[in-house]
């Protein structure tokens, strides 16, 4: 079980920085956070950035340079550093955590990019 909670999105002129937080609030730690997501309205959801192994990280293309993806593991926190956003980056943003036999997803975040 889990429960998954992002924070730190809100309203943000182009160009401008916002740190997302993710956390279980369970606090069992026996879920890994591995991802960020995002979904704009009416499109699907799509992968930002994620962990793939003990020090390696993927992000999208479109957000290479500009977003870190990072752990606080005493914290049991995921966090999403986002720099010189853009418009097309309106979204709601989501964590998710895995399981040992489940998949995770918090309810999300709105970005919003507008000046």
């Known amino acids: 079980q889990a429960n998954l909670v992002e924070s730190g999105g809100g309203l943000v002129q182009p160009g401008g920085s916002l740190r997302l937080s993710c956390t279980d609030e369970?606090?069992?730690?026996?879920?890994?956070?591995t991802a960020w997501y995002r979904q704009a309205t009416g499109t699907g959801r799509e992968l930002v950035a994620s962990?793939?192994?003990?020090?390696?990280?993927n992000y999208a293309e479109s957000v290479k340079g500009r977003f870190t993806i990072s752990t606080d593991n005493a914290k049991n926190t995921m966090y999403l550093q986002m720099n010189d956003l853009k418009p097309e980056e309106t979204a709601v943003y989501y964590c998710?955590?895995?399981?040992?036999?489940?998949?995770?997803w918090g309810k999300g975040t709105q970005v919003t990019v507008s000046s």
């Open positions: 962990f793939t192994g003990a020090r390696s990280t």
């Open positions: 369970l606090g069992v730690r026996t879920v890994a956070l």
């Open positions: 998710k955590g895995m399981g040992t036999h489940n998949t995770y």
